[in-house]
């Protein structure tokens, strides 16, 4: 079956720009920072699933195909997450990347649910003494950057500083030919950080959090990923009650559709 693309209204009137592809119990991706339907790995997970299930990948708002209505708010962002999962019509599986799956904590725990959730490397910062935890600026920097326009600076800072990349390979973005699509959706790193800031201070995680999420959660992390982020989600794992975490050996952040598939889809049944 081939993918179709359509768009759907949210409450407050945004449209978002969405995708499916396949047949059988629905699932939805979530991107994380920065990433779009045709720019992250998202799009090859699901032709990877879609034998099995109806899978909807969408544009988070401010990015791609999709519209953004301002002034932000978290809670338009949920709304965009209904309106894509009500496309199903019908009890849908959720899957987030990165700080996608920090997104769908923060969602379930606004009392939506789910039939079962898996989160990929959710990139929260530990009190492991593995990596330093983000500067304490830079909330305040990256909102500088962007409110003055400077959509690559802040996009090369969040790069540099938050995400921790080589300074030689953060210099040679603008080289790259995805440059374009990450300056255009930079400001939305700011919607990204109302989920990750509370957790990249180099502290424990809170263990009264995540408690009462009304889903199965999965926490699954790649075993070529740094010490910090694996530490990071085995900590999470350990404060969901009745999580299952998984470590997929070989694979990194950049996790690998046909590593990833037959583990979602042991998981989701």
Known sequence: MEPTTGLVD????????????????????????????DFGPN????????????????????????????????????????????????????????????????????????????????PFVVDDGTRPPAPHDYVQRLDSLLAQGKNGEAVKYFMRYVVRLPALLVAAFPIFPGWRHLKSVAPTIAYDLHYMVPFQWGRSLPDDRWTDLGAPVAVIAGGKSPEWMRNANSALAQVIPGSIHQVLPGQTHLVKAAALAPVLIDYFG
């Open 10 to 37: 949210s409450k407050d009137g945004t449209r978002i720009a969405y995708t499916r592809y396949g047949a059988g119990p629905a699932v939805v991706l979530v991107d994380g920072g920065l990433a779009a339907q």
């Open 43 to 122: 799009k090859a997970l699901a032709e990877a699933l879609s034998h099995r299930y109806t899978v909807y990948t969408y544009d988070r708002r401010g990015r791609g195909g999709s519209g953004d209505t301002l002034p932000f708010d978290v809670e338009r962002e949920f709304e965009d997450l209904d309106a894509v999962a009500d496309l199903a019509g019908e009890s849908t599986a959720l899957y987030g990347i990165s700080s996608g799956g920090g997104m769908i904590l923060d969602y379930l725990r606004s009392g939506r649910s789910a039939r079962k959730v898996a989160l990929y490397e959710v």
